[in-house]
Nanobody, 127 residues
């Protein structure tokens, strides 16, 4: 069983930055691609970014490209999402998730299957 725990959310003004972290339990973190998703009130969950198991390839939704950076430290079982130039429309609960299939390096699609999810961390961007 894999547990994912996100942290780092909070309230920030538009134009500000936040860094989210996601710590995974177990010994398999380094073998799997990971992703970040978000869900705003009244909206469906949407894909934000994905990263390969090795960290060498990444993929972003158009809405965050150039502003967000996904990264990982396999030695620490930790996934990150650096969010810069935040906008009010970035307000959502952010979730990390593990993509199915070990050692997958891409390509990535928003509809890919993810089998483990964290509980989420709230990000609120004020205007």
């Amino acid at each position: 069983q894999v547990q994912l725990v996100e942290s780092g959310g909070g309230l920030v003004q538009a134009g500000g930055s936040l860094r989210l972290s996601c710590v995974a339990s177990g010994r398999t973190f380094s073998s799997y691609a990971m992703g970040w998703f978000r869900q705003a009130p009244g909206k469906e969950r949407e894909f934000v970014a994905a990263i390969s198991w090795s960290g060498t390839s990444t993929y972003y939704a158009d809405s965050v490209k150039g502003r967000f950076t996904i990264s990982r430290e396999n030695a620490k079982n930790t996934l990150y999402l650096q969010m810069n130039s935040l906008k009010p429309e970035d307000t959502a609960v952010y979730y990390c998730a593990r993509r199915t299939g070990p050692y997958y390096s891409g390509p990535y699609y928003p509809g890919d299957e993810y089998d483990y999810w964290g509980q989420g961390t709230q990000v609120t961007v004020s205007s």
